[in-house]
């Protein structure tokens, strides 16, 4: 059996390397010449470095990502705090402080003051349980937008990281999933980590070598505009690549904005390598060498912002955070105006399942049904499952 695999991101990637595993022909076609999609880094000339296009927190609870990694020979390229730890600033008083959390599954840590966010109780964690019973229609800032501090520093930006969606309109249940994978099952399962070098590095270019060392057909630069009838086909491309090649396809079709902004600037990267910022702009800050790499989630609000009056404001932030001068270092403004679908209620029921109405087709990619958000764990999970799919039959 050949099988086509139509996207080369990592939902793309993770299906083609399963079903190569399993010793099935695949031809992977990518449209761009690199791989990668939203997960992937290049050069910037004008940095005079490598920078990635988006940065990616992941945790040690994200199984599908470490048993790819691990596939491709590349689980050590991550890094991160050895420990359960998550560093915020907030950058309207200037407080530095860390979430703490133990490693087994009973969360002792939120009975420590030294350990859980600062201004909570130890009952205001209790808004936890409202998470654990939420439904599509229940929303993440009525459910538990009234545990005040909790919410501020920890819930919300949480909420707004995974979700990529303002939380008074996004869905809690895929935020549920989340948690339910990661923080109850301790602190273990919820040690930050993220690429030592790049996305690239670390996702995608040892994942086509894997693939072509055992055979596998990788075209870049390979354009499919029309699909093959009879042939066994994963489509792994952007929802609404999908719903063109596919027009019976019912997929999301609202989208929520990602800004990404890298300065030239080194700062010590302390004991995390990276942290959240409240009461700003910026959102989350990745020390890389001579790059401070910014994220900003939810970002449809900035796209009429200019990239400069954007990059002062963040930068403001990070002044303000980590005490830097105020003059703008050298900086790129990165924007996907479409880097996931937006989370709401009417948006989730809109994700297909792994499975289309003809038998030869599977669909991969973060947009599928596969009860996280638009995550990498959530494309890897949907690629594993394509794979599955096409090998079981329909």
């Not at 939420?134 to 993440?140: C, P, Q, S, W």
């Not at 809690?172 to 999933?177: E, G, I, K, T, Y």
């Not at 399962?189 to 057909?217: N, Q, T, Y």
């Not at 700062?267 to 790499?293: C, T, Y």
């Amino acid at each position: 059996m050949t099988v086509t695999i139509i996207g080369g991101g990592v939902a793309g990637l993770a299906a083609a390397c399963t079903l190569t595993e399993c010793g099935v022909k695949v031809v992977l076609h990518e449209a761009a010449k690199a791989a990668g999609g939203r997960c992937r880094s290049y050069f910037d000339p004008m940095l005079g470095c490598r920078i990635d296009n988006g940065n990616h927190l992941l945790l040690s609870g994200n199984y599908a990502v470490m048993a790819y990694l691990a596939r491709v020979g590349t689980l050590d390229s991550l890094t991160g705090p050895v420990r359960p730890v998550f560093p915020f600033v907030d950058v309207a008083s200037g407080t530095h402080w860390k979430l703490r959390m133990n490693r087994g599954r009973l969360p002792w840590w939120v009975f420590s003051k030294a350990r859980r966010v600062p201004g909570t109780r130890t009952s205001d964690y209790l808004a936890l349980l409202k998470l654990r019973k939420a439904e599509i229609d229940d929303l993440v800032a009525p459910l538990v937008g009234g545990t005040g501090a909790l919410y501020r520093n920890l819930l919300e930006p949480l909420a707004i990281a995974a979700l990529n969606t303002p939380p008074d309109v996004a869905s809690a249940a895929p935020l549920r999933a989340v948690i339910a994978e990661t923080i109850e099952r301790g602190g273990a399962h919820s040690i930050p980590r993220f690429p030592k070098v790049g996305l690239s590095e670390s996702f995608i270019d040892p994942a086509i070598d894997w693939l072509m060392a055992r055979g596998a057909d990788v075209r870049l630069g390979s354009r499919v505009t029309d699909l093959t009838p009879g042939a066994k086909t994963i489509l792994a491309v952007p929802a609404w690549v999908a719903a063109e090649l596919m027009p019976s396809l019912r997929v999301p079709n609202e989208h929520q904005a990602i800004l990404n902004l890298h300065f030239k600037c080194r700062i010590d990267p302390g004991e995390a390598g990276f942290w959240g910022l409240v009461g700003g702009v910026a959102e989350w800050v990745f020390a890389k060498g001579d790059i401070l790499s910014v994220t900003v989630s939810a970002a449809n609000k900035y796209a009429e912002i200019e990239n400069d009056v954007l990059a002062a404001k963040v930068w403001a932030d990070l002044a303000t955070a980590f005490g830097l001068g105020a003059e703008i270092p050298a900086h790129r403004v990165v924007r996907e105006k479409r880097a996931t679908f937006a989370a709401t209620p009417a948006q989730l029921r809109l994700r297909p399942p792994t499975r289309t109405a003809d038998p030869n087709i599977m669909l991969a990619g973060d947009w599928t049904d596969t009860g996280l958000p638009a995550t990498i764990e959530g494309a890897i999970r949907s690629g594993n499952a394509a794979a599955m799919a096409m090998l079981t039959g329909y």
